[in-house]
């Protein structure tokens, strides 16, 4: 039995979902083709994208899978084989159960099951899950990065002279928890 997820849409609407779409993303796995990425301003908070029309807003990924393959059969899923939530490339997408779903994300090793579950927080050095993404760049190597490593010689210095870590942060336009964690060698631990 197939149920339609989506009413037919017109050519405006078609128009409207693929302008909201870059085929120009990242490849996240190996043997698969760029993933289509969503439009950051129309996605869910868990990072799925959301079309809205007729008044109604559907999954991006299932509409997508609706344009190409058609309805889908009721209580399938669509899945991602790039595990993207904001992908929305057809050749990504394929059917399945729940079970089914559940047991690709136990095959990529995305399941939570049988692990102790610690906060990233918690973890230290290349045990930390920041420091297993490719490309990622310490210091102001780091895009989001506001301090240089020259500014950190004389940020240690005013905390050794007993500078309130508010007033620094103040000084260098950061918040107060990034002066901490050059107080406390939680980052920055590459500049001597």
Known sequence: MAIKIIPELTESDKERFW???NKNGPVVRE?????????EAFRRK????????LYSAFLSHRVSWALHNGEIPYGLFVCHKCDNHACVNPAHLFLGTHTQNLEDMKAKGRSLKGRKKIHSSHLKGDAHPARRIPG????SRNGRSVITEF????IRAMIATGKSV?????????????IQKIRTSRTWKHVP
């Open 31 to 39: 043997g698969l083709s760029p993933c289509w990425i969503w439009d």
């Open 19 to 21: 302008s909201r779409v």
């Open 166 to 178: 508010r007033k620094i942060a103040e000084i260098y336009g950061v918040g107060d928890n990034v």
């Open 46 to 53: 868990n990072g799925y994208g959301n079309f809205c029309f």
């Open 151 to 154: 500014e950190i010689p004389h």
């Open 136 to 139: 990622w760049r310490a210091g």
